[in-house]
Every structure is written in C-alpha cells, then in structure tokens.
C-alpha cells in the first residue's frame, strides 16, 4: 500500500481459525505504530462484523422507538377523528334514531349499529394504512436493492396484516363507543322532534 494512497474503507475476512476481534487489536495497533499515534488519539478505527451489527442494531432500535410514538401519535388522532366524526352522524340521524325507539329498537341495538360502523372505518383506515406500509416498504425494498442491499427485504405475514387490520377494527369500535352510548340514551319523543 503507498504512502500517498488514501482510503475511505478496508474490508478484511480473517481465516475461519482467527478471532475477528484479535485481528481487529492487530490491526488498530499496526496502523497506529504506522501512523506514529498515541492510543484514542487515531483517526481511523477498526470494527469487526459483530461491532458493525451492534450499532446497526442500536440504529435500529432508535428508529423503532421513534415510530412506534409516531404511530401512537396518529392514533389518538383517529381515534378523536373517528369520535368525531360519529357524534356528527348520531346527530344528523337523531330523527332516524327516534323512529328506531319508536318501533321498539334496544337502546343496545342502537348502540350496536353505532360501535359497528365506527368499526368499520376505522378498519378502512386500517386497510388503507397496509397498503400504503407495503408500498412504501417494497420501494425500500427496490432501494436497496439498488444499492446493493439484496438481503434487505420486507417480510409481511398474513398473522401481522390481520393483526393489524382487527387492531384498526377495535380502534375505531371503541372511539364510537361514547357516540354509540349517547344515540342509545336518546329519548325517542325528543329525537323524533329535532330538526
């Protein structure tokens, strides 16, 4: 190797009868006699395969930790988006409620009929939401595979996707319940009269 030549890395595969973390001492001590530097002092360093998977990992879980609060971030927003928007239908359908009373209909019926189709959007949301997480994550996937990271691939289980979609479900059933219970405590004379 000459003097003057400059790298930005070196990979080396030590024999299968060497310590990687031994030849990795080796290495950093000859490029430090060589470079005439003083222990912490260098500017280089030297990692072995189980160093770089280490702070991959450490990468990793950072990134992990920030979307998983970024995720609860946006499901007490649905959730109060889903509320919302079903204490705005109880009330466009008051009279609607009011006739249900009046012909017998459970205050339990009611309510069911309320839980259900805020269930029901939350599990659109929910569908959507898988589609878009597979899309964005097969384009990572091409990404990488673009840069040379084959072995980085997505891996999407049918247990996760159902998992995920009957979480979205019982997300949005309980942000309706509230609504849900107000529609099944209306009186059927005061709902049959609002305009």
């Keep these: 190797m000459d003097k003057d030549e400059e790298y930005q890395f070196i990979v080396i595969r030590s024999a299968s009868d060497t310590s990687p973390t031994e030849l990795a001492e080796k290495i950093n001590e000859k490029f430090r006699k060589r470079k005439g530097q003083k222990e912490g002092e260098e500017d280089f360093y030297v990692q072995t395969f189980e160093q770089m998977m280490e702070t991959f990992g450490n990468i990793i ?4 930790s ?8 946006s499901l007490v927003i649905a959730a109060v988006n889903i509320a919302n928007t079903m204490y705005t239908a109880v009330l466009e359908r008051t009279r609607e409620i009011g006739v249900m009373k009046a012909i017998g209909s459970k205050n339990i019926s009611i309510m069911s009929v309320f839980v259900m189709e805020s269930g029901f959007l939350g599990l659109i949301g929910g569908i959507l939401g898988v589609l878009l ?3 964005i994550a097969k384009m990572g996937e ?4 673009a840069a040379g990271l084959s072995m980085l691939r997505p891996y999407f289980p049918a247990w ?4 995920c979609l009957l979480f979205a479900f019982l997300i949005g059933a309980g942000s309706g319940l509230l609504p849900a219970r107000q529609a099944s405590k209306l ?9």
Excluded: H, M, Q
Aim: net charge positive; glycine share 6%; no cysteine.
């Design 187 to 195: 009186k059927p004379v005061d709902a049959l009269r609002y305009e």
């Design 142 to 145: 091409f990404a990488a595979r």
């Design 66 to 73: 920030i979307l998983v609060i970024i995720a609860l971030i």
């Design 160 to 163: 996760l996707t159902i998992g």
């Design 61 to 64: 879980v950072i990134l992990n």
């Design 133 to 135: 997480g597979y899309s």
